[in-house]
């Protein structure tokens, strides 16, 4: 069990004491105060844990078992709740500017909200506070885990150092309750959050920036009191001066069932909150910085480490940070000669890709997900079209299934464009829509046996009724069509300690696009092409090429082209796959090797 599993038990078994809070916002501590006994659940005053009782904090990614290893009667966890938004009452006159702000501090680690170890470039700051100071209102719309709270308590302490009046609020804590209709208890709400009104604060003739998170809870006909005040905000010109309102939200409002009365035209996105190159090896360093004063002064991660984790998830904040503690988990002592490659083997594994959408909010959604026809297909499709970085066009406003997945957080809005949230993001898909379940397997004896496996259990009537191909008569299946299929049968054949992955070259730091690995100890690798498309191409990659980095034992790639397309020359690690009109037969050609039939029965499987 995860310590994040244990704060939900927590959370389940306390449920009145914890009414309206996430159970990822509760705080562990580790500490071992005495007691007789009588007494084992209580309350605990303290300042500082840490310091009052030796505390050390958990880490809602490691095992409960990495931090007890005897039983006790002494009191073991301290459960601390989370630390209201501090409540700021002007003193005095509060249009004066004489306001007394108290010196924010932040936890080292957070699950939520900004910490020690954040990290933003001071262009990218700029570039998005000079965005925000220029609009009157504007929405950052970005889906969970991805900064969102973060960048929004970074700029409202960016505009306080600026001296101008700055509130961060949550709406969080209001969902579900009747604060979101009645105005008198929204107010109260606001007070008590921000020691401020949302009336007040509206009315303030003074410079205000005002960040509302989670923003999306009052969408739709929730709080007409909030929208209407908005309005008059936006058609008042003397009360534009005073009030700059950034709402941050998981999606725009036009995605919402109902209308929201307010017209949102200016907006920040996932790529606003994306860490660069250098502020993803910044974090790094503070991490493994952090954790060096806490004991794990032998955890290392090394340039090339950070470089796969870097193009693994394109720079996303909270899958960044939750992989540095997956990796502080398993390699807590560094050594040269070895952990490097187990890294970068552990980053190609079906064990990490488990290990996020078990522990991140940003696959919270995949947990109960049961695709209908429709919905697995609209994904298959832009799996199998479109490129790793690419944004695509998806007509979202009428196509109800584009909609539910910006939502979900699946996709990201990229200027009226949608892309996935993250590179790995499609790599859990492709494992999800493309794969086998587990069934039972006889060992496979050798590479060669591998591959001769995967290609006989291919389905036949899905390669005939495959759309993935051009409108032209007499045309030929796309490579990616060839791909997905070959895929499916594969993780039904890989030897059962290891798995496969898909697209994996940047993790280990390559240039290019690995089609297909299988790790552990196995270290194969397999690309896959058609009709003798780019064949040289293909080779190089692998011969000093892109692929150079990647540890490999063994590599083959299979050319699947129809049966009128002949071999001129057999060469060295090329599987040359001809297919017969109904897929039902192919022919197999290797150097040095004689012709293979193989029946495809992968219909009868």
């Known amino acids: 069990m995860t310590v994040g599993h244990l704060k939900r038990v927590v959370k389940n078994i306390n449920e009145n004491t914890f009414k309206n809070i996430d159970d990822r916002d509760l705080v562990l501590w580790k ?5 007789k006994g009588e007494n084992l659940v209580t309350k605990i005053y303290a300042e500082n844990i840490e310091e009052q009782y030796q505390g050390v904090m958990l880490s809602p990614f490691e095992t409960v078992g990495e ?16 630390v209201t938004t501090a409540k700021r009452k002007a003193e005095g006159d509060e249009e004066s500017g004489n306001q007394k702000k108290d010196k924010r501090t932040y936890p080292d680690e957070s699950e939520e909200g900004r910490d020690s170890l954040m990290v933003i470039s001071p262009e990218r700051l700029k570039k998005i506070a000079d965005f925000v100071k220029n609009k009157h209102i504007c929405l950052l719309r970005s889906p969970p885990s991805s900064g969102k709270s973060t960048l929004g308590q970074v700029l409202r302490d960016y505009f306080e150092s600026l001296n101008y009046d700055s509130v961060y609020i949550s709406l969080v804590g209001i969902n579900g309750k009747q604060a979101i209709y009645d105005e008198g208890l929204f107010e109260n709400f606001w007070e008590e959050k921000v020691g401020r009104t949302w009336t007040e604060i509206s009315k303030r003739k003074k410079a205000t920036y005002v960040f509302i998170d989670e ?10 009191f909030f929208w209407s005040r908005v309005k008059d905000l936006l058609s008042s010109e003397s009360n534009l001066q005073n009030i700059r309102l950034v709402l941050l939200g998981t999606y725009h ?12 035209h200016h907006t920040l996105g996932l790529n606003d909150l994306l860490l660069g190159w250098e502020e993803v090896r910044r974090l790094t360093e503070n991490y493994v910085q952090l954790h060096a004063t806490k004991g794990s002064d032998l955890f290392k991660v090394p340039e090339i480490i950070q470089r796969a984790i870097f193009d693994l998830t394109g720079g996303h904040p909270g899958l960044c940070r939750l992989i540095l503690s997956t990796f502080r988990n398993r390699f807590r002592n560094f050594d040269e000669d070895t952990t490097v490659m187990n890294m970068l083997q552990y980053l190609a594994s079906s064990e990490l890709l488990n290990s996020i959408t078990d522990c991140s909010r940003a696959f919270y959604w995949i947990h109960d997900w049961k695709p209908n026809e429709e919905e697995a297909e609209f994904i298959r499709n832009i799996l199998l079209f479109s490129q790793i970085k690419v944004p695509f066009s998806v007509n979202y ?13 699946v996709f990201a809005m990229v200027d009226e464009k949608i892309q996935f949230t993250a590179p790995i993001m499609r790599i859990i898909l492709s494992h999800r829509l493309f794969t086998s379940p587990i069934r039972s397997r006889s060992p496979v004896t050798s ?6 496996r995967t290609i006989e259990r291919m389905s036949p009537s899905k390669l005939f009724k ?6 032209e008569p007499n045309s030929r299946l796309f490579e990616r069509s060839w791909q997905m299929v070959w895929y499916r049968t594969a993780t039904n054949v890989v030897p059962v300690e290891a798995s496969i992955s898909a697209d994996v070259g940047p993790v280990f730091g390559s240039a290019g696009f690995l089609d297909f690995y299988v790790n552990k100890n196995f270290c194969w690798g397999i690309e896959l092409t058609r009709e003798g498309d780019r064949l040289k191409e293909h080779a190089q990659r692998f011969e000093g090429g892109d692929y150079a980095d990647i540890p490999l034992k063994d590599w083959a790639i299979i050319d699947f082209r129809h049966r009128t397309k002949q071999v001129s020359e057999l060469k060295r690690n090329f599987w ?7 897929y039902e037969y192919v022919t197999i050609k290797r150097r040095d090797q004689g012709d293979k039939v193989l029946a495809l029965h992968g219909d009868e499987v």
């Open 31 to 35: 500490v071992n105060i005495p007691t």
């Open 215 to 224: 923003i999306q809870i009052i969408y739709g006909d929730r709080a007409p």
């Open 397 to 409: 406003n009428s196509d109800p299934i584009s909609k539910s997945f910006i939502k979900a957080g």
């Open 576 to 582: 040359y796959v001809l297919y017969e009109d109904n």
């Open 447 to 452: 590479f060669d046996d591998f591959l001769l």
């Open 67 to 82: 931090y007890f290893h005897e039983s006790t009667s002494n009191i073991r966890v301290i459960v601390q709740p989370p």
């Open 253 to 264: 409002p036009t995605l919402d069932p109902q209308m929201t009365p307010v017209e949102i």
């Open 466 to 471: 495959s759309l993935g191909k051009s409108a």
